[in-house]
């Protein structure tokens, strides 16, 4: 698809900006209507609760509630509205309680729309919903660059934007999988999220920033885009239009860092393990599941970012070139064949893909970690479904914090012996 028509898709920011200039990078995006069902614990309330019981029970006169209970009509409709307007259900009974007296949880459910959206240069779906916002007006300079004016009537703001070529224009929607892991990042295990509509395809601002001599695209709450960042990377190597935009932008302030995202995953893993295996059911056992996937992901990612060689190695499944690195770095016939069977797209083959590039790089690499990330990523992506299954997710779950952990402390090591 030609650049010309590309400029004419709307533009979005899916968080404010700060009031100082930018330079903003075009990524060409798809997006989707999304409807998300949220069941919220809002709590004990002895009236609110009295009232829904009642009218569980058939009676739904609020004058008739109000002689029962003792209270003014009044307040009978305003809590039966309260009712009516949250969506406000008493939560289940505990499986062979037979205390009818016991205090139940008031449940709130809402319905809101967002939007979800996939990355066109690099196909991923990004870890965050946005809400409905206008279009941003961009000012063209050219086919390539644009103007966008923030700030106040007193003080204008023009930030530098860059179109970025897109890479596979196909719009794949979000799979259940994709919208489980978005909705799961919420820490509500309730909500519930379906696609709706057909894709829209727009351009999204992100900002892009010198790190210390190193650029970085920044996503949501200033998190670093490394998928995208080490795109706009490979771009820049070939394309002098775009080095040159990029030779512009200033150093920032403060450092950025790459491992939020990966704290973050880190930290949500974390909170699923407070769960008890024995009080788990088949949710908890998926969150558990996806989750040990997003952390490998993040952690792929930001090996690459902050120790991994930059090389441009292409995948291959020859398996005379994997029995070779296998015996380089001790893999079991068993442990390759099963990432050199994935797709490249899935965990299994962005693990082989940066197996391919440590070790094709000049340089030393983390021969232990790389051992260490193709277990923990063997041991989920396994077709095992026997009932042992979730105690053995708790197992990889525990071996694959302990895994980031060393990664970010080994990164911040050489932070250090860098200053």
């Given amino acids: 698809m030609a650049l010309d028509v590309l400029s004419d898709w709307p533009t979005y920011l899916v968080e404010e900006l700060p009031q100082r200039r930018q330079h903003l990078l075009l990524c060409p995006s798809a997006r989707w209507r999304a409807v998300i069902n949220d069941v919220e614990a809002i709590g004990s309330d002895l009236l609110l609760e009295t009232v829904s019981r009642i009218t569980a029970s058939g009676e739904k006169s609020p004058e008739r509630i109000s002689e029962l209970l003792q209270i003014s009509k009044d307040l009978v409709q305003h809590l039966l509205a309260q009712l009516s307007a949250t969506r406000t259900t008493l939560s289940l009974r505990e499986i062979g309680s037979s205390?009818?007296?016991?205090?139940?949880?008031?449940?709130?459910?809402?319905?809101?729309?967002?939007?979800?959206?996939?990355?066109?240069?690099?196909?991923?779906?990004?870890?965050?919903?946005?809400?409905?916002?206008?279009?941003?007006?961009?000012?063209?300079?050219?086919?390539?660059?644009a103007i966008f004016e923030h700030g106040t009537a007193g003080k204008p703001i023009k930030s530098r934007c860059l179109l970025l070529p897109p890479g596979n224009l196909n719009a794949t929607a979000p799979t259940d999988?994709?919208?489980?892991?978005?909705?799961?990042?919420?820490?509500?295990?309730?909500?519930?999220?379906?696609?709706?509509?057909?894709?829209?395809?727009?351009?999204?601002?992100?900002?892009?920033?010198?790190?210390?001599?190193?650029?970085?695209v920044q996503s949501l709450h200033g998190n670093i885009y490394i998928g995208l960042t080490r795109y706009l990377e490979n771009i820049a190597a070939t394309d002098s239009f775009i080095s040159r935009?990029?030779?512009?932008?200033?150093?920032?302030?403060?450092?950025?860092?790459?491992s939020m995202q990966l704290d973050q995953a880190v930290s949500r893993l974390r909170e699923l393990l407070k769960v008890e295996v024995s009080d788990s059911g088949l949710e908890h056992f998926r969150l558990l599941e996806m989750q040990n996937e997003l952390v490998l992901r993040r952690y792929v990612d930001y090996y690459r970012y902050a120790l991994g060689a930059k090389s441009e190695v292409k995948m291959t499944r020859d398996i005379v070139v994997w029995s070779q690195i296998g015996k380089r770095i001790g893999l079991s016939p068993e442990e390759w064949t099963a990432l050199v069977g994935a797709s490249d797209e899935s965990l299994g083959g962005q693990v082989a893909l940066l197996i391919l590039e440590q070790v094709h790089a000049e340089q030393d690499y983390d021969a232990v970690g790389l051992m260490s990330l193709v277990r923990c990523t063997v041991s989920i992506i396994s077709d095992d479904s026997s009932a042992a299954k979730l105690s053995n997710l708790v197992d990889a779950a525990r071996e694959i914090i302990e895994l980031c952990n060393e990664l970010i402390a080994q990164e911040e090591v050489h932070g250090q012996q860098a200053k």
């Fill in 177 to 216: 999988f994709d919208l489980m892991q978005i909705t799961s990042a919420s820490r509500q295990d309730s909500r519930r999220a379906q696609v709706v509509g057909d894709p829209e395809f727009c351009f999204v601002a992100r900002p892009v920033v010198n790190n210390e001599g190193t650029i970085a």
């Fill in 245 to 258: 935009w990029i030779a512009q932008i200033p150093e920032a302030d403060r450092a950025v860092s790459g």
């Fill in 99 to 145: 205390d009818f007296d016991q205090p139940r949880e008031l449940l709130s459910q809402t319905t809101r729309a967002v939007w979800v959206y996939r990355d066109m240069a690099t196909q991923e779906i990004w870890r965050d919903i946005s809400n409905e916002a206008p279009p941003v007006p961009l000012r063209r300079s050219d086919s390539r660059r």
